[in-house]
């Protein structure tokens, strides 16, 4: 269903009682009885997972579907690492070299489990009609640093800064189309994964990471297509000057970071999404203790009108779904005794 999604994002920030907003997708293999590693290989099953989680959180403000960051680089010739009940991760690197990069070849839309993806996306927005449906992409320097190895790609941003350019071109042409792929089945948006500009410099981030979020977003973004980016590094604060420039009017972070610290350098127009723990509350938590970690942040910075309560990114496969419920809880209970 399409939406004016601009719009999407003023009534959210004029809303005296904003909804959650969860990054949540890979739970539903416990009520579906299948294995991580089943969900990913059938867009069947992910539109059916994202239908689940839909109707088990009435309450949230949009589904997002499954935050696979191995999905891109597997589709450049990456190797990736599966199990049945983690996300996939990606290992080993493909681009050692200058030349390495230079040969790098560009994927078609659909390449290794690309297409799966995007079909799922199409199923599901046919599915979900009651709320806005995110997919999931990468970012591009967090893309680049699959390709090259994440802890090389520190390196290389200050010895090989032409080669990391090189694959950052490439991998921006090619999240281009592959977000176009998702606008054009129906997505209202996506959320663009970004957390390895998370551990950089402000100045590195800006040169090998906002630079080229902003070439995608500029080629991508449309008023029925939001893109919204999500960074989980413990730099974000001191990199927000450029990210509050990247052109996304929805910003999500991660729990390295305090929130209350980020809320007042984030412009009114914006929205600022997060940051309850995935691991430690979500994951290893309890009921009692998410609901009480809830009700805490929005204590903190649930006075600010651009403030929406989230994950501090993506929820594990085997959280429980009781401390789910109890984020919706802790809500409800502060915007109760309001």
């Not at 996939?88 to 078609?108: Q, Y």
Request: net charge negative.
């Amino acid at each position: 269903m399409k939406r004016d999604m601009m719009k999407w994002v003023d009534d959210i920030l004029a809303a005296e009682q904003k909804k959650g907003f969860l990054v949540l997708s890979f739970p539903a293999i416990q009520k579906m009885g299948i294995t991580v590693k089943e969900l990913i290989a059938s867009s069947d099953l992910q539109a059916q997972a994202m239908k689940i989680v839909a109707d088990s959180t009435p309450e949230a403000a949009a589904a997002v579907s499954m935050m696979d960051l191995s999905l891109e680089a597997e589709a450049f010739g990456s190797t990736v690492h599966f199990s049945d009940d983690e996300v996939p991760t990606v290992t080993g690197s493909i681009v050692n070299s200058e030349e390495d990069a230079e040969a790098l070849k560009v994927p078609e839309i659909g390449a290794g489990r690309t297409q799966i993806y995007i079909d799922a996306i199409e199923k599901s927005v046919k599915l979900i009609e009651d709320r806005p449906v995110f997919a999931g992409v990468i970012g591009p320097f967090s893309l680049a640093g699959r390709l090259m190895d994440v802890s090389e790609a520190m390196i290389y941003c200050y010895d090989e800064p032409d080669m990391v350019h090189t694959v950052l071109e490439k991998v921006s042409d090619f999240l281009i189309k592959y977000i176009n792929a998702y606008k054009a089945v129906g997505a209202n948006g996506v959320l663009m994964a970004e957390p390895l500009a998370g551990l950089l410099s402000p100045a590195l981030e800006e040169e090998f990471s906002c630079d080229y979020v902003k070439k995608i977003v500029a080629a991508t973004q449309t008023d029925d297509f939001l893109i919204g980016y999500h960074n989980c590094g413990n730099c974000t604060i001191q990199q927000i000057n450029s990210i509050v420039e990247n052109g996304c009017r929805m910003l999500h972070f991660g729990n390295a970071i305090d929130m209350s610290e980020m809320m007042p350098k984030i412009p009114k127009n914006i929205i600022a999404m997060g940051n309850i723990d995935p691991a430690g509350q979500f994951r290893n938590g309890t009921p009692e203790s998410v609901k009480t970690a809830t009700k805490e942040l929005l204590e903190k910075c649930g006075s600010y009108k651009n403030f929406v309560i989230s994950s501090g990114c993506d929820i594990p496969p085997l959280s429980s779904w009781d401390n789910i419920q109890a984020f919706f809880d802790g809500i409800n209970e502060y915007y109760a005794g309001k």
